[in-house]
């Protein structure tokens, strides 16, 4: 249940996995406006709140001003998802990347300052961290961006920071570290781990780990992210704004486990994923060896305290997609 009440939020995005949950859990307490231009997101993941008389859409674009400045009217807080993600994508396309989520997280910093929105908070990165090699990451230790991806994300982080000290804009920014759960496209060129192999799974197809699977992350459930969302917009400490947060569960996991982890867990509703084979590949270009967050600066600042582990979250994941195939 949130703590938010009676306030108008726009959530970019909000058609996407992290949007469509955002949508969903302030949706019944407040005024929801869901911009999204359909890119990457999905009718079906807002299907339910369409009717809601909470629920507006705004089928746009953040890269159209004028779409940005009518998004934000009287609004409160934003939730900035709007992004192309995609480390392979960013490489194969630089351009409109860094187009959407430069030029577009740089319209929608200069719509929310001009609507005098309270709170402006976007989904930051663990890309950010490149080929800084410390563990666990702390927010104020990176290295070098290894991706255009990766780059236009940290460039978000700088324009936040920028707008902070400039216009007095109240900014806060979410690193994400592999996020996953219900929502979530398991299709496409450029789908996540996660809902691809799970996918893979149910077709009793092999999945494909990239190199020898030793390669590690920290992955985070959706309702951690949604705490950290909402625990962002209510904070007043002004030592906890306008700064940057990991956002994670504070656990590493390699490729070998997760895929080990969600054979066992899918293999409770059909036995004969027990018997597939799972494939080593190649390495992936841009790709960060090992990820794991420290998240004691949220735990101080915010109050975070995550509830999913990875094993429960995913564990909740295979159920859902289970009861969807």
């Known amino acids: 249940m949130s703590e938010i009440k009676n306030k108008r939020i726009l959530i970019t995005g909000g058609a996407g996995f992290i949007g469509s949950n955002l949508c969903g859990y302030f949706l019944n307490d407040n ?27 705004i089928n746009g674009d953040i890269r159209d001003n004028e779409i940005c400045k009518l998004a934000v009217e009287n609004v409160d807080y934003v939730l900035h998802q709007a992004a192309l993600g995609s480390v392979p994508r960013s490489i194969n396309d630089p351009i409109t990347t860094n187009d959407v989520n430069v030029s577009g997280f740089l319209n929608m910093l200069v719509a929310a300052r001009d609507a005098k929105v309270k709170r402006f908070i976007y989904a930051a990165s663990s890309s950010t961290y490149g080929d800084s090699e410390t563990l666990p990451k702390i927010e104020d230790v990176i290295g070098k961006p290894l991706s255009p991806y990766a780059v236009t994300k940290y460039v978000n982080e700088l324009y936040a920071d920028v707008f902070a000290k400039t216009y007095g804009i109240e900014t806060i920014g979410l690193r994400y570290f592999n996020v996953f759960g219900r929502n ?13 192999f799970v996918a893979q799974f149910l077709a009793y197809e092999s999945p494909v780990i990239n190199g020898t699977g030793d390669f590690s992350r920290d992955f985070t459930y959706i309702d951690n992210v949604i705490q950290m969302n909402e625990l962002a917009m209510i904070v007043e400490k002004p030592e906890a704004i306008n700064t940057v947060y990991n956002t994670a569960f504070g656990e590493r996991t390699t490729l070998n486990q997760l895929v080990n982890t969600l054979k066992e867990f899918l293999s409770e509703f059909d036995d004969k994923i027990k018997d597939v084979a799972i494939i080593n590949g190649p390495n992936r270009v841009g790709d960060i060896p090992h990820s794991l967050a420290s998240i004691e600066k949220a735990k101080q600042l915010l109050g975070y305290k995550p509830q999913f582990s990875m094993r429960d979250g995913l564990k909740e994941t ?8």
């Open 318 to 325: 295979v159920k859902w997609y289970w009861e969807r195939r």
């Open 31 to 57: 005024q929801i406006i869901c911009l999204d231009n359909f890119s990457t997101g999905f009718h079906h993941n807002i299907h339910n709140f369409i009717s809601h008389p909470n629920f507006k859409l």
């Open 184 to 196: 979530q496209d398991p299709n496409g060129a450029y789908a996540a781990v996660i809902p691809k």
